[in-house]
């Protein structure tokens, strides 16, 4: 027996067009903590990894200062990073319920991680000598 009935892979809802092809785009508030600002702290933080990751390895010397400084900017960077993917993949307009859901999702594993991190340096032997370690294993 052959059925015809057919099942969408994704049931997206139906393309709604707001407002005619003539209507001027929305322009959002001005914010400098989501402008040049924000951007320019990004390519901070993304250039400080670099020297924070070589720095405890080249030097030859553990400073627990530098570990907590590269676990602190490795923490920014990544949620920085996984809240522009939501940004991008998980748009407010079209599932607001998702986008709330997964952006206290990603504030929660930033908190969870951070809290793994301290409890790493304070009571282990630290990131750069578990890095260390792995690496002459």
Known sequence: ???????????????VIEGTANDAAAV?????THGSYHWTFERLISATLIPLTIAP???GSLNP???ALLCATLLIHSHIG???????????????????????????ATLLVAVGLYEFETNDVGLTEAIKRVWKA
């Open 65 to 67: 200062t530098t570990d």
């Open 82 to 108: 996984f809240e522009s993917v939501l940004i991008d993949y998980i748009p407010a307009k079209r599932h607001p319920l998702a986008r709330k859901i997964f952006w206290w999702g990603l504030r929660g």
């Open 1 to 15: 027996m052959v059925s015809s009935v057919t099942f969408s892979i994704a049931d997206e809802p139906a393309e």
């Open 57 to 59: 390895f080249a030097a």
């Open 28 to 32: 959002p508030n001005p914010s400098p």
